[in-house]
């Protein structure tokens, strides 16, 4: 079946504008969770939505940053103002409660550039 | 919380050669440890996983191996291929709607 998927794949913004990206989970998996990635880094959590509702939300760095998830299934992360620090891959990942919960699928990601 | 090394940060080895990842964490919790190969503009995926109650587990040409009393845990890659060229995560997860723990990958590089 499908995969999960992100768009757009690539976005090029101005610092201070808003910017929204989106994640399509796998159908019917039920957690997803977003990430970033800097540039040669690791991978940073921000946010752990299961279901329509986020019980963690611990890794949002600042509150230009929000997500939303709708019909347990597509979420959107929006970024406010967004600053140059603001550029990195994001990720998102889904999981099936169905199977072993912490195996994670992961998109391809949305590169973002803040100029 | 939970805190994973990964070494080492770079790999380079020939074609053919063994690659040895390896990944310690603090929390005696944790009981689920995933391996992810990141491809150059690619998200993360899945290769191997191994849980805590075994101690090994192999899948053609890689294998996971576990020492929970020492807390650390490997990738094993045989017979590397240029396409083995990404770079590697591993994780560790107390499992079910916990988030897990990232390394901060390794970048290996296969020569031909």
């Known amino acids: 079946g499908a995969g999960v998927s992100q768009s757009p794949s690539n976005k090029v913004t101005e610092k201070g504008k808003d910017v929204e990206l989106r994640c399509d989970p796998i159908?019917?998996?039920?957690?997803l969770y977003w990430y970033r990635q800097r540039l040669g880094q690791g991978l940073e959590f921000l946010i752990y939505f299961q279901g329509n509702s986020a019980p963690d939300k611990s890794g949002l760095p600042s509150d230009r940053f929000s997500a939303e998830r709708t019909g347990e299934s597509v979420s959107t992360l929006t970024i406010q103002r967004t600053q140059q620090e603001d550029s990195a891959v994001y990720l998102c990942a889904s999981s099936d409660p169905g199977r072993p919960q912490e195996t994670q699928y992961f998109g391809p990601g949305t590169r973002l550039l803040v100029l | 919380g939970e805190n994973v090394e990964q070494h080492p940060s770079t790999l380079s080895v020939q074609e053919g050669d063994s690659a040895v990842i390896k990944c310690t964490y603090s929390d005696s919790a944790s009981n689920y440890f995933p391996w992810y190969k990141q491809e150059l503009g690619k998200g993360p995926q899945l290769i191997i996983d191994?849980?805590?109650?075994?101690g090994e587990k192999k899948d053609q040409r890689i294998a996971v191996t576990l020492n929970k009393t020492a807390k650390h845990f490997s990738l094993h890659i045989t017979e590397t291929q240029p396409e083995d060229s990404a770079v590697y995560f591993c994780a560790a997860s107390k499992g079910g709607s916990y988030i897990p723990t990232f390394g901060r990958g390794t970048s290996l590089i296969v020569h031909p």
């Open positions: 159908s019917g998996h039920t957690a």
């Open positions: 191994i849980r805590s109650n075994v």
